[in-house]
T-cell receptor, first 115, second 112 residues
Framework: AQSVTQLGSHVSVSEGALVLLRCNYS??????LFWYVQYPNQGLQLLLK??????LVKGINGFEAEFKKSETSFHLTKPSAHMSDAAEYFC?????????????FGKGTTLSVSS | EPEVTQTPSHQVTQMGQEVILRCVPI?????FYWYRQILGQKVEFLVS????????KSEIFDDQFSVERPDGSNFTLKIRSTKLEDSAMYFC??????????FGPGTRLTVL
């Protein structure tokens, strides 16, 4: 069975600092990987995804993530945090061999950005 | 840009009542999903729907729950007899390729 672990339920950074949100997965095959962001009282917005090909993927709002098979990781980074990045971030995986299958989410990381 | 819509945004109901949550997925998508998020917890999968039938469901999706695609655009989740523990945010999602899913804004269900 697949699972996702997000280390750190809460990460605090200063505006302009590097953002690093960690995600590790457990899966018998390399899964499809996703990062979603949830702003307060809103739905989930897809930030970026990895399916195949280049392991460094770029998403919206300046975020990027790198798939590292050897480390079973898909950490999310942004070089310079902005106040508007404060939100809940969810890493998710799905089975690449099952079309239309469910996403399995991690518990989420709350990002706080201070001025 | 096409988006998933959900109605109502907030539903308050008494324990034991039936509720129907509605969703309009993105029009050319093939897969439809319901997830829920209990306050402060992670997003949990309930059910997926493809080709007019349930393709996958979790252990949460028991006999109290049902889904329907009554016409070419709507996708509904019915909870037959609500319990206090059904209080949560319910998200509809739709997808086409690579299991990428687009989520609606959610319906906050409060069971009193």
């Amino acid at each position: 069975a697949q699972s996702v672990t997000q280390l750190g339920s809460h990460v605090s950074v200063s505006e302009g600092a590097l953002v690093l949100l960690r995600c590790n997965y457990s899966s018998s095959v390399p899964p499809y990987l996703f990062w979603y962001v949830q702003y307060p009282n809103q739905g989930l917005q897809l930030l970026l995804k990895y399916t195949t090909g280049a392991t460094l993927v770029k998403g919206i709002n300046g975020f990027e993530a790198e798939f590292k098979k050897s480390e079973t990781s898909f950490h999310l980074t942004k070089p310079s945090a902005h106040m508007s990045d404060a939100a809940e971030y969810f890493c998710a995986v799905s089975d690449p061999n099952q079309a239309g299958t469910a996403l399995i989410f991690g518990k989420g990381t709350t990002l706080s950005v201070s001025s | 840009e096409p988006e998933v819509t959900q109605t109502p945004s907030h539903q308050v109901t008494q324990m034991g009542q039936e509720v129907i949550l509605r969703c309009v997925p993105i029009s050319n998508h093939l897969y439809f999903y319901w997830y829920r998020q209990i306050l402060g917890q992670k997003v949990e999968f309930l059910v997926s729907f493809y080709n007019n039938e349930i393709s996958e469901k979790s252990e949460i999706f028991d006999d109290q729950f049902s889904v329907e695609r009554p016409d070419g655009s709507n996708f509904t989740l019915k909870i037959r007899s609500t319990k206090l523990e059904d209080s949560a945010m319910y998200f509809c999602a739709s997808g086409a390729f690579y299991n990428e899913q687009f989520f609606g804004p959610g319906t906050r269900l409060t069971v009193l």
